[in-house]
């Protein structure tokens, strides 16, 4: 089983500040993904991140993989408040469909 | 809207009452997944379709769950003698793999509340 772990749980920042929001799995995965959920909202799918080092980017939001640390990074580049959300990543084991979640980063953007 | 519809959207229901929930995947999609959520955590994978066939199933999911997908469109996800640890949002994604590339489609989810 792939066990995914973000770091932090909760995240609260200022506008126009960056951050980080860490994402580690145990085994390895031949992909993983971010997704963002808005509160009583479902899921929506950010990236998809197949092969180490690498990296997409959309607007202020920028994905990495590194598949030898097991680690991948989802940057916030000078935050707005419309980007206060929940941030999951998941990722796949080889050789299986389950997709394994992490608790995900609950992130508020203060003005 | 993602194109994936779940109903009911919210279900109350008395403990030990079966209840059955209906989601239909974007339409040319052959992937069908069942999550279930609870507050302050991701979603736990429940089972996995391709097309018709159910190809996992979570080791953790009780006998009382079942879900279906005949001729591979829509799908039910029955529980029976509902329990109050039931409780939780039900979401369905669907997907289609294209190369090495899977994105999934979550619908809006079903909130079911077990007295």
């Known amino acids: 089983e792939l066990k995914v772990e973000q770091n932090p749980l909760f995240l609260s920042m200022q506008e126009g500040k960056n951050y980080t929001i860490y994402c580690n799995y145990s085994t390895t995965s031949d992909r993983l993904y971010w997704y963002r959920q808005d509160p009583g909202k479902s899921l929506e799918s950010l990236f998809v991140l197949l092969s180490n080092g690498a990296v997409k980017q959309e607007g202020r939001l920028m994905a990495s993989l590194d598949t030898k640390a097991r680690l991948s990074t989802l940057h916030i580049t000078a935050a707005v408040h419309d980007l206060s959300a929940t941030y999951f990543c998941a990722g796949t084991p080889f050789f299986g469909n389950q997709f394994y979640f992490g608790t995900g980063t609950s992130l508020t953007v203060i003005p | ?115």
């Open chain 2, 1 to 115: 809207d993602t194109g994936v519809s779940q109903n009911p959207r919210h279900k109350i229901t008395k403990r030990g009452q079966n209840v059955t929930f209906r989601c239909d995947p974007i339409s040319e999609h052959n992937r069908l997944y069942w999550y279930r959520q609870t507050l302050g955590q991701g979603p736990e994978f429940l089972t996995y379709f391709q097309n018709e066939a159910q190809l996992e199933k979570s080791r953790l999911l009780s006998d009382r769950f079942s879900a279906e997908r005949p001729k591979g469109s829509f799908s039910t996800l029955e529980i029976q003698r509902t329990e109050q640890g039931d409780s939780a949002m039900y979401l369905c994604a669907s997907s289609t793999r294209r190369e090495l590339t899977e994105t999934q489609y979550f619908g809006p989810g079903t909130r079911l509340l077990v007295l």
